[in-house]
């Protein structure tokens, strides 16, 4: 194995041992009480992120931050120094949508790395494949019907 895979199976072992280490209950949106774990799940995804893409940084010498680290470092931004009894009734929908993205960038550098020789690129899949369902689950509970037409401004009741 080459320097450059060994440093990538060492990272896929930080990611896994934190995937490992970050369960997502069904009820991890819903249940007021699971607001502490929904908060650490969050910045253990982002964590992820930040293991599996290293030290990349912009022409600018900005770091890279995907969509879902983005919106996570504005998210920590906002409740910044709020007590977590504030968060307890998040809506569900915002809790998913913040979870989702980051999922979605963690399956990217999955893809990514898949031509990689080294072992663990396919465990990382199985897990983010338990993630995807885990959401879509989640997601399914909170699934609306559209409005009636009439409730629709004109101009966005399709043809």
Known sequence: MTADAE???????????LLQATPLPPDLVDNPGRTG????????????LAVLRGDSRLPDGRPM??????LTRVFNRMIAGLPIGCLVELSPVIKLGLLRP???DLDAMERRLRGNPVHEVATLGAW???????????????????PPAEWRPPEAVPV
């Open 102 to 104: 980051l999922v979605q």
């Open 7 to 17: 440093t990538v199976a060492e990272r896929l072992r930080r990611v896994l041992a």
């Open 37 to 48: 774990q929904w908060l650490v799940t969050l910045q253990n995804l982002q964590q992820c």
């Open 65 to 70: 931050e995907s969509r879902g680290e983005r």
């Open 128 to 146: 983010l494949s338990e993630y995807r369902s885990a959401l879509a689950e989640m997601a399914a509970q909170h699934v609306a019907p559209d």
